[in-house]
């Protein structure tokens, strides 16, 4: 608990010897020595790949190579337009690598902004520095909220209490003293010091966990996830069909060679859902800049959608609810105390702590420091104890031990100074107790018996946008739990005047087993006086209750919860180890910014439903297609270029529009299942009505360029289903969709009667009756569609 000096800076390798005057840290000539063998904290960027990780991740892709050869074998074997599915790719890929290096940009120059700036000592004078810039044997200074950036040994301790929870799973916070190692990954829970860094870079003990753990990821994500087995599915589907349908063209069919290579790869392309992923991709990657102008820097992208499939969210109020500062309203003295006397107190206790707290800081500006009184041992304030400490001499040569903290924690239940405190409490102030014990600061019950003699009431300013931040919430029946280490009653007091209503719960009554937890979370909606393990036992109660919880916080008390939530938020003001934890950083500290992040979540989960949709009605009715055309022995009834121009219509371009819309719709769960259960009958009933008009138009039409005139009839019915599913899916309308429906028709159209794209693309309707017959069949099975998808919703609602 005293004031400790620790022993001066050494080279490593010597003794640390006994007590001696406060050290001065390196030198500029030492740092520059280390800067130059490379003894510097070479750490990855949190929230960044490499430009180069990005673009292999975007061409070197199992589709890009099955697309990559099929359009090799096109350039020795067909004209130009039945490769132009090859040039698509190439676009999409470009943009994949164009919108996700911005993504990058966006979040490297955010992550800036929010990156913790450890202090360290060199000459004898404090500064901060980046995390990148602390070298081998450099001295840092810490204090409460402080992450310990690097493996060090401490020097300095005053009351040093580390929680190494995240490396150890040790609940307990450690006590330091000079000498003891301290490691990385772990923080500061209360008291201050400062440390010597004897393992910097990747020899850190944390830095090969947060490499890994930490880096830009795609993992834990359903859309991924999702999207990855049905990608697994289409490539066992495609196998076989593309097999059968290399040996019926080539080897069934004896007609011109060049020509049953090109059909066979007009078939098998088609099976590919090559778009699918780089919009998905691209979808995150806008997101990421969208919020990036809010300046909220996502750290982890499925923290976008995982915030979108959140239905319960827990707060801590101090910071959240409430604004970081607070100001002292009135000072009741006790038990006939004297004024004068406790202000004295009161500004001793504010100059005792080097690292005040919000509260502290309050009586730090209502109550300046009297020069006269020394402060001789310091107990600092910790989440688990709820109050701090110390003794002084005073300037008449007497001595006094002062507490300063929760009334409800330091006096009996029976005293009457509590009454007055829940008046208090019951209007939403905050209030600390100031108490006067004969017990030494390292006494375990140093609490016990302690006179009050002060009441101190502070203020908590309230956050203007978290009534209607709140409001949002409740609208989207995502339920807010207020989860903080006050007085209950008081925390109950200021979530009432933000419009939150539901039972308050003091967590010191709450049960301790988890199922027990979990149906107090689900009746309650305020808790009080809950420790930092607590939090930690309630996020994982609530996750136990099949909840998928956010949690909130800016203080070193949230670190646990926020780890172990599926999604943790952290304000860019709080405390370095929370920043740290977080997936979402809300860098202006503005609570208000959750909505964007839940509506950006709720915009790339709903259009990649979607869009999977039209992506995978085509992958079904193509292998369809083949597998009918192996029956039946027939040609295969498209080229490459009519299924280009097909998936450029009516998937390609409105996908991309639709991925990119506005969508409010909640975030459901069971995405494989929701966009399969639309697809594959979408599909079947697309290719067999496709399969129908082909099969009617090889009777109708005969004798040279037959081959052609039925390839065009047919494409004319797949076409117009395969608006029927665009028109159904870009449903509810609103004119910009009706827009982008009725410009790919007129598009369609366009080929059809203008003759040199007639001829590139090879369509040519011939005769009136076939094309009429082709229209006809489309026409009842865009009433079947409509029907069936019907049918499906009721049959099988997810």
Known sequence: ??????????????????????????????????????????????SSRSTAE????????????????????????????????GFVILANTGIGIIQEWRAKKTLDSLAVIGEARPTVRRDGTSAQVGTSDIV??????????????VDGVCVEADGLEIDESLLTGEADPVLKQPGDQLMSGSFVVAGGGAF???????????????????????????????????????????????????ITQLIVKENDLKDSVARTVGGI?????????????VAFAIGVIRLGRKQCLVQELPAIEGLARVDTVCLDKTGTLTEGGMDVTELRPLNGSDEPYVRKVLGALGEADPRPNASLRAIIDAYPDSDDWRCTEALPFSSARKYSGASFSEGDGESSTWLLGAPDVLLPSDD?????????????????????????????????????????????????????TLRYFAEQNVHAKVISGDNAVSVGAVAGKLGLTGATVDARRMPGDRDGMARALDEGTVFGRVTPQQKRDMVGALQSHGHTVAMTGDGVNDVLALKDADIGVSMGSGSEATRAVAQIVLLNNSFATLPSVVAEGRRVIGNITRVATLFLVKTVYSVLLAVLVVCWRVEYPFLPRHLTLLSTLTIGVPAFFLALAPNKERARPHFVRRVMRYSIPGGVLAGAATFVTYLIARH???????????????????????????????????????????????????????????????????GMTMPWIAVGIAAVAAVALEFLWKWVDRRFHA
């Open 700 to 766: 109708y039409y005969t004798g040279e360029g037959a081959l052609d005139a039925e390839t065009s009839a047919a494409t004319l019915t797949l076409f117009l289903i395969s608006m029927w599913v665009l028109a159904i899916i870009a449903r509810p309308y609103t004119w910009w969709r009706i827009a982008l429906v009725a410009a790919m028709g007129g598009a369609f159209l366009l080929v059809l009667v203008v003759p040199w794209l007639q001829h590139f693309f090879a369509l040519k309707l011939v």
């Open 196 to 246: 010597t860094a004897t393992k910097v870079g990747r020899e850190a003990y944390a830095a090969q966990l947060a490499e890994e753990a930490s880096r830009f990821t795609l993992v834990h994500s359903e859309l991924r996830t999702g999207i990855s087995t049905i990608l697994k599915y289409v490539t066992w589907m495609m196998i076989p069909a593309a097999l059968g349908l290399v």
């Open 54 to 85: 990005i673009v292999r991740a975007n061409v070197f892709t199992r589709f890009n190579a099955i697309i990559g050869v099929l359009w090799l074998i096109m350039f020795f074997v067909a004209p130009i337009q039945d490769g132009l599915f």
């Open 136 to 149: 081998l044997d450099d001295l840092i200074e810490i204090g409460p909220g402080d992450k310990v950036v």
């Open 1 to 46: 608990m005293t004031h400790i000096d620790a022993g001066a800076q050494l080279e490593p390798g010597h003794p640390v010897p006994a007590p001696s005057p406060r050290p001065t840290g390196l030198t500029a000539a030492q740092v520059a020595e280390r800067v130059a063998r490379g003894e510097v904290n070479d750490v990855p960027v949190r």
């Open 416 to 468: 009457p100074a509590l009454a007055e405190t829940d008046r208090l409490n019951e209007q939403g102030l905050r209030v600390l107790l100031l108490a006067r014990t004969d017990r030494a600061l390292d006494d375990p019950e140093v609490g016990s018996g302690a006179r009050p003699a002060a009441l101190v009431v502070l203020e908590q300013r309230l956050r203007p946008d978290a009534g209607d």
């Open 269 to 281: 392309v088609p099976m590919v859902p090559e778009g699918l992923v780089l919009l998905t991709s």
